[in-house]
Each structure stands twice: as structure tokens, then as C-alpha cells.
């Protein structure tokens, strides 16, 4: 999700510009990061200022890294803005900083939105401190020449399995597209694993604390959950015996040859997504949110495919759902009241999803996005299928607790040490502890 650079725009649906600090009493503040939605809300912008004469919108957008940088400062300095768009993996870390505004008297209704979504933002005191936005799944991007090549159908790719001890007909497939600089693949004698040319897998990195589009779908679907309740668990489980052979074996597909080195591994310079651009790798696990950049190469014909089906039988992914938040100091509080429900209507989904950029958190705004992919070209079943399909596969949201910076900090180098440094994967049970040390207090 991250989007990089310094890239900072800040501007309105009436074309004015600055940020939160000195805008006027009729004006509210709204904070995104995502470049590609931008004109989605602007058009949404358009239309609740129709709606609301007298008030403007003024929408500031900046790059993942920078976004989050100067969110927590400008809660600090209290330049904060009104409305921001908030991921449920900072919800944790906002929650026990007390800067955000109880949303209860919305109205928001749970059933009006994707299963689930709505729950995610209810904080532990009960208050509701999130409007549903969007959603995301992740699926199997896959090079279409290169499984050509190999042999693989659409069919077998949307069948894959897997399993800890001999990684199922997943392993076979990332061996079989793995190719080394002599031209054997990685199930072909004499393959050398020490130079490969192209890895049947990318890389997305070590997953820090919640494997998003790298391990996640393992570990779900071997029957493991980050902690021991759905929200606001109060202790981590990765000293799980299931989720560390899942880690192992993930993680030894790099060993061996399939999967490249954490070293070769650069958010800013060489995602999962420039890896398949390049020919490097002919598969990557990734986002929803990414599905405009894979079909955008020009030189890649890609394809997607679901998640491979697990010892418990089924198939998972991550569902994540973004939010809009009102700051608890926002300067003008109604009138963001007032736009996050906005944003939260049918009405500004339905135009969101008619961008074809992202799955709206409505049914109907999910269903304007599927038809904006399908006029593009794009099959999008591999993301919306594990959410329509509760029997055959199971969604999950990232882990919601207390500290979850401290989480991050601790995770991010111990997940780093397992994939590249060497270290083994009981190494996380003092890791575990020390977080849930933290969680106890």
C-alpha cells in the first residue's frame, strides 16, 4: 500500500491550497495518501459541497511514509487535519493516544457495508472511531507468458495447495517456474540455486508482524490467528508451534533457490510488483490495492489466481479495510461530522468504485468497482470471490491490539533476522514474550 517519494498535493475540490492549520471556519481538512484516488474524491468532494453550501473540502495528499510521519507529528503540534483516511494497523497506536473522535453519533449501521468492516473501528471503551471506506483481499499475480511457458493453466493456478512439510502443488509450481542462468528449472537436476535468473516467487520482504502479501495466507490457512481474541487481543501467538513451521517453510523457499533473498529485497526500489515487471520473478502475492499498477505494465500480460488452499482445508487473505477518522481537535468538528458520513454513503461509493481503483466499502460501491475493472479489461474474481465464498475460504483482519508501534518495532527486525540473517524461527518465542511483557502492562 505504500506509495513512495516525497510527492506532497495539497488542494481542494475548489482549487485552494495549504493545510489544516489557518483554514477557514467553513472548510474541512481531509488527509489521504493513495495519488491514484485522489480523483475519486475530489468528485465526491464536488458533490457534498453541492450538498452543503458554504462548506469546501480541502483534500491534502502526500506518500505513504510521509503520511504517517506527519500525521503523528501533526498531532503533536496540533496542525492536525480534520478527517484522515486511517489504517486499522495504526488504529491500535491512535486509540492509546486518545486523538480521535467518537463517530456513535452517525449512525453507522454494520450491515450497510462488507462483512465485518464496520467492526474492526470499535474501540475498547465501545466508541466507534471509524467510518468504512474500502476493503482489500490479496491474491497470486502471475505472469501469464511465463506459466505459459511452464506449462500451468489458469485452472491449476486458482487450485494450488500447500502444506508445511513438502509445500504442495504451491512449491511444485514456484519450483517448476523458478529458472537458473543455465535454463534448468528449480525441479530439474543440476539446478543452481546460487544463480537463478528468474525466482518462480518474488519476494514482498519479511512481513514484519503481519505478512500482509507475504505469509499471511499461510499461517491463516494452517489454523493460526495473531492473537488470542479477534480485537483487542491481549497476547500474541507468534510462538506458535503451527506458525513457526509455517514461517520456516515459507521462508526456506528462498534457501532453496525459489524465492529471492531478503538482500535482493527494496520497498522503494524492488517491490514484489517490479519483480514480475522486470522478469526477475514470475509470481508475487499482493494487494487489491495494487491490481491498476500489475495490469498498467505494458510489457507484462499478468494474470491472478487465489490463495492456495491450506492444511485446514480452505483458502484465506487478509481482508483490510480503511476508514475515515475525525480528530478529536479537528478545528471544524461539524463539518467534518458531516463529510466523514458523507464519505461513508452510497452515494460517494458508488462514485469511488465507478474509478475502477479500489472496492468501496458498500455492497453497492463494490459492485460500481467490479463493473469500472471489467469496462478496463480486468477480472477481478480472485479478490471478491474469498469474500463472497465463506465456505472454501476464510478473511481476516490485521491483528487490532494495544502498543501496536511497539509491535511493529520489535517484529520488523526479529522477521528480518529469520528470513536473511539466519536466525531461527524459535528465535520469535523471546519476541513474543517481550511483546506480550508490553501488552500486560
Known amino acids: 500500500m505504500a506509495l513512495t517519494g516525497a510527492l506532497t498535493l495539497s488542494l481542494?475540490?475548489?482549487?485552494?491550497?495549504?493545510?489544516?492549520?489557518?483554514?477557514?471556519?467553513?472548510?474541512?481538512?481531509?488527509?489521504?495518501?493513495?495519488?491514484n484516488q485522489l480523483p475519486a474524491y475530489q468528485a465526491c468532494a464536488k458533490d457534498f459541497e453541492k450538498e452543503n453550501p458554504g462548506l469546501q473540502v480541502k483534500i491534502t495528499q502526500m506518500g505513504w511514509s510521509d503520511y504517517w510521519t506527519k500525521l503523528t507529528a501533526s498531532?503533536?503540534?496540533?496542525?492536525?487535519?480534520?478527517?484522515?483516511?486511517?489504517?486499522?494497523?495504526?488504529?491500535?497506536?491512535?486509540?492509546?493516544?486518545?486523538v480521535l473522535e467518537p463517530l456513535d453519533d452517525l449512525s453507522i449501521n454494520p450491515s450497510d457495508y462488507q462483512s465485518g468492516l464496520a467492526g474492526n473501528w470499535m474501540g475498547q471503551d465501545g466508541h466507534r472511531y471509524g467510518a468504512p471506506k474500502d476493503w482489500d483481499t490479496v491474491a497470486l499475480f502471475y505472469n501469464q507468458k511465463m506459466t505459459k511457458a511452464a506449462g500451468l493453466t489458469a485452472e491449476q493456478l486458482n487450485n494450488l495447495d500447500w502444506n508445511p512439510k513438502d509445500g504442495g502443488t504451491f512449491e511444485k509450481a514456484v519450483a517448476h517456474l523458478t529458472i537458473d542462468r543455465n535454463g534448468k528449472r528449480g525441479d530439474e537436476p543440476g539446478f543452481d540455486k546460487n544463480h537463478v535468473k528468474v525466482y518462480g516467487l518474488a519476494t514482498g520482504g519479511a512481513g514484519d508482524g503481519d505478512g500482509q502479501t507475504t505469509w499471511s495466507n499461510f499461517a491463516a490457512s494452517a489454523g493460526w490467528n495473531y492473537t488470542d481474541k479477534k480485537r483487542w487481543g491481549t497476547k500474541y501467538q507468534y510462538d506458535s508451534k503451527t506458525f513457526q513451521s509455517t514461517i520456516k517453510?515459507?521462508?526456506?523457499?528462498?534457501?532453496?533457490?525459489?524465492?529471492?533473498?531478503?538482500?535482493?529485497?527494496?520497498?522503494?526500489?524492488?517491490?514484489?510488483?517490479?519483480?514480475?515487471?522486470?522478469?526477475?520473478?514470475?509470481?508475487?502475492?499482493?494487494?487489491?490495492?495494487?491490481?491498476?499498477?500489475?495490469?498498467?505494465?505494458?510489457n507484462l500480460k499478468v494474470g491472478t489466481a487465489v490463495t492456495p488452499a491450506g492444511p485446514t482445508g480452505k483458502r484465506a487473505t487478509m481482508m483490510n479495510g480503511l476508514a475515515d477518522s475525525v480528530t478529536k481537535n479537528a478545528r471544524n468538528k461539524p463539518g467534518a461530522l458531516k463529510w466523514v458520513k458523507y464519505l461513508s454513503s452510497d452515494k460517494c461509493q458508488k462514485?469511488?468504485?465507478?474509478?475502477?481503483?479500489?472496492?468501496?466499502?458498500?455492497?453497492?460501491?463494490?459492485?460500481?468497482?467490479?463493473?469500472?475493472?471489467?469496462?478496463?479489461?480486468?477480472?477481478?474474481?480472485?479478490?471478491?470471490?474469498?469474500?463472497?465464498?465463506?465456505?472454501?475460504?476464510?478473511?481476516?483482519?490485521?491483528?487490532?491490539?494495544?502498543?501496536?508501534a511497539d509491535v511493529y518495532a520489535l517484529m520488523h527486525p526479529a522477521m528480518q533476522d529469520v528470513y536473511g540473517n539466519g536466525k531461527s524461527v524459535s528465535s520469535l518465542d523471546q519476541t513474543n514474550d517481550q511483546i506480550n511483557l508490553i501488552l500486560s502492562q
Open 75 to 98: 498531532f503533536i503540534a496540533g496542525t492536525q487535519p480534520d478527517v484522515f483516511t486511517d489504517h486499522i494497523q495504526k488504529f491500535g497506536q491512535f486509540a492509546d493516544l486518545k
Open 249 to 298: 517453510w515459507f521462508f526456506d523457499l528462498a534457501k532453496k533457490g525459489y524465492m529471492p533473498p531478503l538482500t535482493d529485497y527494496s520497498e522503494g526500489a524492488n517491490p514484489a510488483n517490479a519483480q514480475l515487471a522486470s522478469g526477475k520473478a514470475a509470481m508475487a502475492f499482493d494487494g487489491a490495492w495494487m491490481i491498476s499498477t500489475y495490469y498498467g505494465f505494458k
Open 351 to 404: 462514485t469511488v468504485g465507478s474509478y475502477g481503483i479500489v472496492f468501496p466499502a458498500t455492497p453497492a460501491g463494490t459492485e460500481a468497482a467490479v463493473a469500472a475493472y471489467k469496462k478496463k479489461g480486468i477480472d477481478v474474481t480472485a479478490f471478491t470471490e474469498p469474500v463472497a465464498d465463506k465456505k472454501d475460504f476464510t478473511t481476516f483482519s490485521f491483528p487490532i491490539t494495544n502498543y501496536a
Open 12 to 35: 481542494t475540490a475548489g482549487c485552494a491550497n495549504g493545510d489544516s492549520v489557518g483554514a477557514g471556519r467553513n472548510t474541512v481538512t481531509y488527509w489521504l495518501w493513495d495519488a
